[in-house]
């Protein structure tokens, strides 16, 4: 917000100028000043009409990791398993100890309707779009881990060493903090996230669930599905079926 | 009186080109160069401004169609030799940067490599 | 006043002293600098174990610089002269300490040059946020408290500012101990014991700190401390050291008792590894039981003794924390209860932690610089109690 006020108090300041002055050096700001106010307005924000979602199948899990491969290559991830490596998709393995029953799925980040990791954040860069993605704003993380020790799926991962050869629509770095972005740079392009297109189950349906037309609404309105840690009360823009 | 001043800011003009001359303003590579998006001498003035409002509409609005973006600059600006706007000394943005000694703190994070030589590299 | 020469060290030890206590600074920020030029790689941190050494030291000195505060509240909001004559001293090691355990704070961010974003922007919902806001609160409070004690003209105003101090050392602690108190999803934390607790250790911790900064500097000046005084301040540290043993073990017992909760206590008391251990010989045994006798016994008390006890607290309180924070952190979180969980990233696994030397070496700095911060303040400041004969 600041940076926007920042902005236009300088235009207010050039305008005052240009009213007020005369000369040469008006004429060569004016081009300028145009282009710069034609570039605002252009494209739209994002809005709270739309919450986006995933409901993922467990039931063909167990003997595929296409979408954490995916995921890695549509962010560049290096899919090393060290302790400090980043993984925002991970495959995990459970079995029911009662009954011995067992299943796999993808974790990642549940993208929250209430999300602990904003809630912590001290300085905001944790945040929540207007379309229910939570985010890292890496402009802003100071590295200090709170929101690591808030995440109740461990879902984020700290950028332990400098990195080399980002993605140019996935810029990351040393000493923040990043997780699953639901990959909104396809999101923003109208794409739907690499896990979920290169699921060859067609098991991650994504969609708008604030939509009641949605492909996603409709079989959540039709068949059970779970939320993750469903007493925590965080409504979970993730669920599961089959756990 | 008048003339003093006169004498002065002539003094002072020349003083400043000497300036110029003696301290050697950085040569850029402008990689494509063209066209830019903004008035170049506005834009050496405020680009860090725009690219501030921008990455913030883009981060937390999904704004992503703004000409004043990082990726645009470096798609036009990247030399053409490396396809890079840092990492030598004529570099588009790191001449100018280390001429004036302001660290960039930009490409620790983002791709400092024109992106479209990057599609074409991983499809090769 | 003219008989009574204010405590000060002689040039030698002085000079030593500053010149030991800037090495353990200068080592702490070349560990810092190493951190930032190669990422967190260098220490034991991970993404399980996600706050480390670095954070047992800043912890201990935060909390702790609350507890010594203890000696300036009991002299101005309860009229103690014997402890009003160590309240400045206080307020200088609180001074430090803060000073010490922020800077560890700080520089262990993955972006310590970002600082400044820390400042001006405030997510109101953020307990870290808040505590930004009562740490440099606290800085404040305390220097205006020492300000009215050794300004003669501002005396009045001391009992006040000794009150500004006392609740806003509540809130710090508290606010130290909703950090951890607010994490829903971690076994360990998201209780509301654990303010209260940790208010209740800063007491006993800091009690064990002024004592050795004290009885330090009484030495180096080769000055005796009123056996008097000795006595009171002995007493009351064997209080505080009990109260917080009654806490520690509420907490565990509370959890005990919670099904669910059965299988963190296991670990934390039983077969953790190093994590009981630590717990019950470092903290148990040598941090509360061995004090308590070197504190209470009919033939010990003495000078010597507590002294070795308040050091055995003060190691007790960095067990406490290693194995709260650390062990805490390494259970593996309950994502999915009933399930035995297997996964790449360490779900259902112990996090794995060995602490390596640069993190040590920074939390080592921040003593440093608490120690260098009493020292210097020490010599160039009447901060040390005058020594007036049997105070009623």
């Given at each position: 917000m600041s940076d926007t006020n920042e902005i236009s108090n300088t235009s207010e300041q050039r305008r005052q100028f240009l009213k007020t002055s005369v000369g040469a050096a008006a004429v060569a700001i004016a081009p300028g000043m145009l282009m710069f106010d034609m570039a605002h307005g252009k494209s739209e924000a994002v809005s709270g009409k739309v919450r986006w979602g995933m409901l993922i199948n467990t039931a063909n899990c167990e003997d595929c990791d296409k979408c954490v491969k995916a995921c890695n290559k549509e962010n560049g991830l290096s899919g090393g398993l060290s302790p400090t490596d980043s993984q925002w998709v991970r495959k995990v393995e459970l079995k029911d100890m009662r009954t011995g029953r067992s299943l796999a799925l993808p974790m990642m980040c549940q993208h929250c309707a209430e999300p602990p990791c904003v809630d912590v954040c001290p300085t905001g860069a944790s945040f929540k779009r207007a379309d229910g993605i939570v985010l890292v704003d890496k402009h802003i993380c100071i590295g200090c881990r709170y929101c690591m020790m808030a995440c109740p799926y461990k879902a984020r991962s700290f950028v332990h060493e400098p990195l080399h050869d980002q993605k140019p629509d996935v810029p990351r770095g040393k000493g923040v903090v990043e997780s699953c972005t639901m990959c909104v740079q396809r999101i923003d392009k109208g794409l739907q996230p690499a896990c979920a297109e290169a699921c060859p189950n067609k098991s991650i349906l994504f969609g708008n669930l604030n939509d009641p037309d949605s492909e996603i609404s409709n079989k959540m309105r039709t068949q059970a599905s779970t939320q993750v840690r469903a007493d925590l009360g965080l409504d979970t823009g993730l669920r599961y079926q089959g756990i | 009186m008048s003339k003093l001043f006169a004498l002065l800011a002539i003094l002072c003009m020349c003083a400043s080109a000497t300036a110029t001359e003696i301290y050697g303003m950085p040569k850029l590579d402008i990689g494509k160069g063209g066209q830019c998006v903004a008035d170049p001498q506005w834009m050496r003035k405020n680009h860090m401004r725009v690219l501030f409002q921008q990455r913030d509409e883009t981060v937390h609005q999904g704004m992503r169609d703004g000409k004043f973006s990082l990726k645009n600059c470096i798609e036009c600006h990247a030399s053409l030799r490396d396809n890079s706007v840092i990492g030598r000394a004529d570099s588009f943005c790191e001449g100018c940067h280390s001429f004036e000694a302001v660290k960039i703190d930009c490409f620790e994070c983002h791709s400092s490599k024109r992106s479209s030589s990057l599609v074409q590299g991983e499809s090769k | 006043m003219a008989n009574h020469s204010p405590l000060r060290f002689k040039n030698r030890v002085f000079y030593t002293l500053v010149a030991a206590g800037g090495l353990v600074v200068l080592m702490g920020l070349y560990a810092a600098h190493m951190m930032e030029g190669h990422g967190h790689i260098i220490t034991g941190m991970n993404n399980q174990i996600v706050w480390g050494m670095p954070h047992v030291f800043a912890i201990f000195l935060i909390v702790s610089a609350s507890g010594v505060l203890n000696v300036s509240s009991i002299g101005s909001v309860f009229n103690k002269p014997a402890y009003k004559a160590r309240a400045p001293l206080a307020g200088l090691l609180s001074i430090a300490m803060l000073a010490g355990g922020l800077t560890v704070l700080m520089l262990d961010l993955g972006r310590p040059d970002r600082i400044i974003v820390a400042m001006t922007r405030f997510n109101p919902t953020s307990v870290f946020a808040w505590n930004i806001f009562l740490y440099s609160g606290m800085f404040s409070a305390v220097a205006l408290y020492l300000w009215t004690m050794m300004e003669k003209r501002m005396n009045p105003w001391s009992k006040p500012a000794g009150l500004l101090v006392f609740v806003w050392r509540f809130v710090l602690t508290t606010g130290t101990g909703v950090i951890f108190s607010f994490l829903v999803a971690r076994q360990a934390y998201g209780t509301a014991i654990l303010p209260p607790m940790f208010i209740v250790m800063s007491f006993a911790w800091g009690m064990a700190v002024f004592h050795v900064a004290q009885s330090s500097i009484y030495e180096w000046n080769e000055k005796l401390l009123d056996p008097y005084v000795q006595k009171r301040m002995k007493n009351l540290m064997g209080v505080l050291v009990i109260a917080a043993l009654y806490f520690v073990a509420a907490y565990h017992l509370t959890n005990l008792y919670f099904a669910r909760q059965t299988g963190f206590e296991r670990f934390i008391l039983l077969d953790g590894g190093v994590y009981p251990l630590v717990f019950w010989i470092g903290y148990f045994l040598l941090g509360n039981l061995l004090p308590l006798l070197l504190i209470y016994h009919p033939a010990l008390g003495k000078s010597k003794s507590i002294l070795f006890a308040s050091l055995l607290i003060i190691l007790g309180g960095f067990c406490f924390l290693y194995v709260f924070i650390i062990g805490g952190q390494a259970f593996p979180l309950s994502i999915f209860p009933g399930y035995q969980v297997t996964s790449s990233?360490?779900?259902?696994a112990i996090g794995l932690y060995q602490p390596s030397l640069p993190e040590i070496m920074l939390g080592m700095g921040g003593v440093g610089i608490a120690f260098l911060i009493t020292t210097i303040g020490v010599r160039v400041l009447d901060f040390v109690p005058h020594e007036l004969p049997k105070s009623a």
């Amino acid at each position: 917000m600041s940076d926007t006020n920042e902005i236009s108090n300088t235009s207010e300041q050039r305008r005052q100028f240009l009213k007020t002055s005369v000369g040469a050096a008006a004429v060569a700001i004016a081009p300028g000043m145009l282009m710069f106010d034609m570039a605002h307005g252009k494209s739209e924000a994002v809005s709270g009409k739309v919450r986006w979602g995933m409901l993922i199948n467990t039931a063909n899990c167990e003997d595929c990791d296409k979408c954490v491969k995916a995921c890695n290559k549509e962010n560049g991830l290096s899919g090393g398993l060290s302790p400090t490596d980043s993984q925002w998709v991970r495959k995990v393995e459970l079995k029911d100890m009662r009954t011995g029953r067992s299943l796999a799925l993808p974790m990642m980040c549940q993208h929250c309707a209430e999300p602990p990791c904003v809630d912590v954040c001290p300085t905001g860069a944790s945040f929540k779009r207007a379309d229910g993605i939570v985010l890292v704003d890496k402009h802003i993380c100071i590295g200090c881990r709170y929101c690591m020790m808030a995440c109740p799926y461990k879902a984020r991962s700290f950028v332990h060493e400098p990195l080399h050869d980002q993605k140019p629509d996935v810029p990351r770095g040393k000493g923040v903090v990043e997780s699953c972005t639901m990959c909104v740079q396809r999101i923003d392009k109208g794409l739907q996230p690499a896990c979920a297109e290169a699921c060859p189950n067609k098991s991650i349906l994504f969609g708008n669930l604030n939509d009641p037309d949605s492909e996603i609404s409709n079989k959540m309105r039709t068949q059970a599905s779970t939320q993750v840690r469903a007493d925590l009360g965080l409504d979970t823009g993730l669920r599961y079926q089959g756990i | 009186m008048s003339k003093l001043f006169a004498l002065l800011a002539i003094l002072c003009m020349c003083a400043s080109a000497t300036a110029t001359e003696i301290y050697g303003m950085p040569k850029l590579d402008i990689g494509k160069g063209g066209q830019c998006v903004a008035d170049p001498q506005w834009m050496r003035k405020n680009h860090m401004r725009v690219l501030f409002q921008q990455r913030d509409e883009t981060v937390h609005q999904g704004m992503r169609d703004g000409k004043f973006s990082l990726k645009n600059c470096i798609e036009c600006h990247a030399s053409l030799r490396d396809n890079s706007v840092i990492g030598r000394a004529d570099s588009f943005c790191e001449g100018c940067h280390s001429f004036e000694a302001v660290k960039i703190d930009c490409f620790e994070c983002h791709s400092s490599k024109r992106s479209s030589s990057l599609v074409q590299g991983e499809s090769k | 006043m003219a008989n009574h020469s204010p405590l000060r060290f002689k040039n030698r030890v002085f000079y030593t002293l500053v010149a030991a206590g800037g090495l353990v600074v200068l080592m702490g920020l070349y560990a810092a600098h190493m951190m930032e030029g190669h990422g967190h790689i260098i220490t034991g941190m991970n993404n399980q174990i996600v706050w480390g050494m670095p954070h047992v030291f800043a912890i201990f000195l935060i909390v702790s610089a609350s507890g010594v505060l203890n000696v300036s509240s009991i002299g101005s909001v309860f009229n103690k002269p014997a402890y009003k004559a160590r309240a400045p001293l206080a307020g200088l090691l609180s001074i430090a300490m803060l000073a010490g355990g922020l800077t560890v704070l700080m520089l262990d961010l993955g972006r310590p040059d970002r600082i400044i974003v820390a400042m001006t922007r405030f997510n109101p919902t953020s307990v870290f946020a808040w505590n930004i806001f009562l740490y440099s609160g606290m800085f404040s409070a305390v220097a205006l408290y020492l300000w009215t004690m050794m300004e003669k003209r501002m005396n009045p105003w001391s009992k006040p500012a000794g009150l500004l101090v006392f609740v806003w050392r509540f809130v710090l602690t508290t606010g130290t101990g909703v950090i951890f108190s607010f994490l829903v999803a971690r076994q360990a934390y998201g209780t509301a014991i654990l303010p209260p607790m940790f208010i209740v250790m800063s007491f006993a911790w800091g009690m064990a700190v002024f004592h050795v900064a004290q009885s330090s500097i009484y030495e180096w000046n080769e000055k005796l401390l009123d056996p008097y005084v000795q006595k009171r301040m002995k007493n009351l540290m064997g209080v505080l050291v009990i109260a917080a043993l009654y806490f520690v073990a509420a907490y565990h017992l509370t959890n005990l008792y919670f099904a669910r909760q059965t299988g963190f206590e296991r670990f934390i008391l039983l077969d953790g590894g190093v994590y009981p251990l630590v717990f019950w010989i470092g903290y148990f045994l040598l941090g509360n039981l061995l004090p308590l006798l070197l504190i209470y016994h009919p033939a010990l008390g003495k000078s010597k003794s507590i002294l070795f006890a308040s050091l055995l607290i003060i190691l007790g309180g960095f067990c406490f924390l290693y194995v709260f924070i650390i062990g805490g952190q390494a259970f593996p979180l309950s994502i999915f209860p009933g399930y035995q969980v297997t996964s790449s990233f360490g779900d259902g696994a112990i996090g794995l932690y060995q602490p390596s030397l640069p993190e040590i070496m920074l939390g080592m700095g921040g003593v440093g610089i608490a120690f260098l911060i009493t020292t210097i303040g020490v010599r160039v400041l009447d901060f040390v109690p005058h020594e007036l004969p049997k105070s009623a």
